[in-house]
């Protein structure tokens, strides 16, 4: 089972920074969390990854609570082309370092 | 450029036929994957190898067989034993799984979209 739980859908205006939350209060120690986005019939692509400090790239920032019970990938300016499904998932140790996709938020982005 | 192909991008099937769906990547990974993914829902993982002539079942591997004879090209064969076949069947790859050396990325296909008639 996922061991995450995020929102059915979002909805942001573009040009407006988006907050995607994730809930994962059972996340152990070693466990990386990871989001990923696919946009309609794409393959899923890779968009951050942490583990105890917030990260930033180009594409996004994740800001993971001090428990870790909790994360934030944000987008600091959305446009368009970012309307996609977000998953956010754990590295699961206890099964053999695999993902578990839960069925993730989607973002709509209003012109 | 270096990624993962996959081939055909729509497949029809009629009921009882096995079809073999194609991952290849040329960006010298160890670890494939197959996923299959059923409409509104998330990935589920049908098989993965960790390296040439290894893999593993996944969570759903019940009515498909897959092989790992080169390092670059991972099929997939859905078998008439699959119940419920039509879905969309996405490869990918990572660095490896060691835990202790890489943070598990992956690299995904375009995606295989199969439907039995």
């Known amino acids: 089972d996922a061991k995450t739980t995020q929102p059915n859908s979002m909805e942001s205006n573009e040009e407006e920074p988006v907050h995607l939350p994730c809930n994962h209060s059972?996340?152990?120690?070693?466990?990386?969390i990871h989001w990923y986005r696919q946009l309609p019939s794409q393959g899923p692509e890779y968009v951050i990854h942490?583990?105890?400090?917030?990260v930033n790239n180009r594409m996004a920032s994740l800001a993971i609570a001090e428990d870790r019970k909790s994360s934030t990938l944000i987008l600091h300016r959305a446009t368009l082309r970012d309307a996609a499904v977000y998953y956010c998932?754990?590295?699961?140790?206890?099964?053999?370092?695999?993902?578990?996709w839960g069925a993730g938020t989607k973002l709509i982005i209003k012109p | 450029d270096g990624g993962i192909t996959q081939s055909p991008k729509y497949l029809f099937r009629k009921e009882g036929q096995n079809v073999t769906l194609s991952c290849e990547q040329n960006?010298?990974?160890?670890?494939m994957y197959w996923y299959r993914q059923d409409p509104g829902q998330g990935l589920r993982l049908i098989y993965y190898?960790?390296?040439?002539?290894?893999?593993q079942k996944g969570d759903i591997a019940e009515g498909y067989s897959v092989s790992r004879e080169k390092k670059e090209s991972f099929p997939l064969t859905v078998t008439s034993a699959q119940k419920n076949p039509t879905a969309f069947y996405l490869c990918?790859?990572?660095?490896?799984?060691?835990?202790?050396?890489?943070?598990?990325?992956?690299?995904f296909g375009e995606g295989s979209r199969l439907t039995v008639l």
């Open positions: 059972t996340i152990s120690g070693t466990d990386y």
């Open positions: 190898s960790q390296i040439v002539n290894d893999f």
């Open positions: 998932i754990l590295r699961d140790m206890d099964s053999n370092y695999q993902l578990i």
């Open positions: 942490g583990l105890t400090s917030n």
């Open positions: 960006l010298n990974h160890d670890a």
């Open positions: 990918a790859s990572s660095i490896n799984m060691a835990w202790e050396t890489n943070t598990g990325e992956l690299f």
